[in-house]
């Protein structure tokens, strides 16, 4: 089982970055996809980004398309988001995932398809 444990939110006006981390405990990290999403107040949580476990192939919601990079790195057990040109919307709590076993696109999408989560690190973006 892997436990992530996200950091690196905070404050940020828009237009600005923030990067993420997730640091993960468990000697299968690297056989783990791993996924951020994020929760708005009043609102459901959505995905942001995946990235699976064997060549690095990544994911991303529309509206971070462009603007987001996940990335990893299995020597350190830890998975980041880079997050460029913020904007108000994308203020949420952000939490990381851990997936076990994904056997298709559709997996890397859902919150139910996910084995275990971190507490969730807050992002504001002021206008």
């Known amino acids: 089982q892997v436990q992530p444990v996200e950091s690196g939110g905070g404050l940020v006006q828009a237009g600005g970055s923030l990067r993420l981390s997730c640091a993960a405990s468990g000697r299968t990290f690297n056989r783990y996809a791993m996924g951020w999403f994020r929760q708005a107040p009043g609102k459901e949580r959505e995905f942001v980004a995946a990235i699976n476990w064997s060549d690095g192939y990544t994911y991303y919601a529309d509206s971070v398309k462009g603007r987001f990079t996940i990335s990893r790195d299995n020597a350190k057990n830890t998975v980041y988001l880079q997050m460029n040109s913020l904007k108000p919307e994308d203020t949420a709590v952000y939490y990381c995932?851990?997936?076990?076993?994904?056997?298709?696109?559709?997996?890397?999408?859902?919150?139910?398809?996910?084995?275990?989560w971190g507490q969730g690190t807050q992002v504001t973006v002021s206008s």
């Open positions: 995932a851990a997936n076990k076993n994904p056997t298709e696109s559709a997996q890397y999408y859902y919150t139910y398809d996910y084995d275990s």
